[in-house]
T-cell receptor, first 114, second 115 residues
């Protein structure tokens, strides 16, 4: 069973316009949720994580994500895209009922058009 | 604090050979996970080590193995290399706190090319 689904494999936005990268998870338990970014030929960098303290999570570089339990979603947003945001983004869920293993989405490639 | 380091960064091998990749976690981190990343399959979990014991294992053949040392450094080994093993191998470490969600921190990866 798919634990995390990234709904778009590719997203293209113009510089200065909002970014929305969608992620849905499936879990009967309260999950830990993360967003990572990967620039070409680099490792993964943590953008933000959901810690259950607040449903709106702010991360680095102006990104934020909102945990919506009723929709089992954890979408990543940014008000204004920058050229440097062009990268691959991964939504990750950690499930306590599976030995705390991390499950990665298939990734969303973000293109920013000048 | 130094991040996760992986050596070597690039490696070229031929089919049938074996390879060993190394990962040094962030100081104090006790869990190390390995992932394979390819354009076709995306990020796939290989295995996780904690306190020198394999705690989780992905769906990879027995040619892929790993170990963790008492200082938390980890190595993964791939024997009898196949062309399809060409990939970016990523290592990630986490603190394994007792309370609250943990976070994985990734190294830059080792790019393995099998010819």
């Amino acid at each position: 069973a798919q634990s995390v689904t990234q709904l778009d494999s590719h997203v293209s936005v113009s510089e200065g316009t909002p970014v929305l990268l969608r992620c849905n998870y499936s879990s009967s338990y309260s999950p830990s949720l993360f967003w990572y970014v990967q620039h070409p030929n680099k490792g993964l960098q943590l953008l933000l994580k959901y810690t259950s303290a607040a449903t709106l999570v702010k991360g680095i570089n102006g990104f934020e994500a909102e945990f919506k339990k009723s929709e089992t979603s954890f979408h990543l947003t940014k008000p204004s895209a920058h050229m440097s945001d062009a990268a691959e983004y991964f939504c990750v869920v950690r499930l306590a009922n599976t030995g705390n293993q991390f499950y990665f989405g298939t990734g969303t490639s973000l293109t920013v058009i000048p | 604090k130094a991040g996760v380091t992986q050596t070597p960064r690039y490696l070229i091998k031929t089919r049938g050979q074996q390879v060993t990749l190394s990962c040094s976690p962030i100081s104090g981190h006790r869990s190390v996970s390995w992932y394979q990343q390819t354009p076709g399959q995306g990020l796939q979990f290989l295995f996780e080590y904690f306190s020198e014991t394999q705690r989780n294992k992905g769906n990879f053949p027995g040619r892929f193995s790993g170990r963790q040392f008492s200082n938390s450094r980890s190595e993964m080994n791939v024997s009898t290399l196949e062309l399809g093993d060409s990939a970016l191998y990523l290592c990630a470490s986490s603190l394994e706190r007792l309370v609250g969600p943990d976070t994985q921190y990734f190294g830059p990866g080792t790019r393995l090319t099998v010819l």
